[in-house]
């Protein structure tokens, strides 16, 4: 009993401590950044994470409106099943492109959840063909950032890629 006082005690002295808020676990009257209000009571779940299903939900859109005649259907579940039999039933440009669609959505949620070292570090930089990327926001989008000096096209900046860019060239796609 004792120790179970001892760490409810902890707890709230972490929530007292703003450095170790993070998003998901803020209290009411969170700030408000931009036009996103943080997650909180009011907003219980992360918006970033939101985002990036919706811009997934976006992409698969304009997928299905690029390769198959006809409508989208409507609903998260319904658009994702209907770009993957699009995709198996088409051609392997089409099979490709939904592959690194599919890729690179899932690297951009790992950066969100914070699992990008575990997603990117697997994953072998375009330019130098080593496994020294690392992710970056780049003006507001997630990109990979080479940390090879070599691969740098000046030694003050290192090379960025684009998420698909990334996932075409561990997928092999063709560009």
């Known amino acids: 009993?004792?120790?179970q006082q001892a760490r409810t005690n902890a707890a709230h002295r972490v929530a007292e401590d703003n450095h170790w808020i993070t998003?998901?676990?803020?209290?009411?009257g969170a700030v408000v950044t931009g036009d996103r209000p943080a997650?909180?009571?009011?907003?219980?779940?992360n918006l970033r994470v939101y985002?990036?299903?919706e811009l997934l939900d976006r992409e698969l859109a304009e997928f299905a409106q690029r390769h198959a005649s006809g409508p989208a259907p409507i609903g998260r579940k319904n658009?994702?099943?209907y770009a993957y039999s699009i995709a198996q039933q088409a051609d392997a440009s089409a099979r490709?492109?939904?592959?690194?669609?599919?890729?690179?959505?899932?690297?951009?949620a790992a950066m969100e959840t914070g699992d990008a070292d575990q997603a990117v570090g697997k994953l072998t930089c375009p330019g130098c063909l080593c496994w020294s990327l690392i992710s970056?926001?780049?003006?507001?989008?997630?990109h990979c950032v080479?940390?090879?000096?070599?691969c740098a096209p000046t030694p003050d900046a290192p090379r960025s890629w684009a998420l698909a860019d990334v996932a075409r060239h561990n997928l092999g796609a063709a560009s």
């Open 23 to 28: 998003a998901g676990s803020t209290r009411a």
């Open 1 to 3: 009993m004792r120790h």
């Open 51 to 53: 985002e990036v299903a």
């Open 39 to 45: 997650a909180g009571p009011e907003v219980p779940l």
């Open 136 to 142: 970056a926001r780049i003006r507001g989008q997630w």
């Open 79 to 81: 658009l994702a099943a």
């Open 96 to 108: 490709s492109e939904y592959e690194v669609l599919q890729m690179a959505s899932n690297l951009r």
């Open 146 to 150: 080479c940390l090879n000096l070599r």
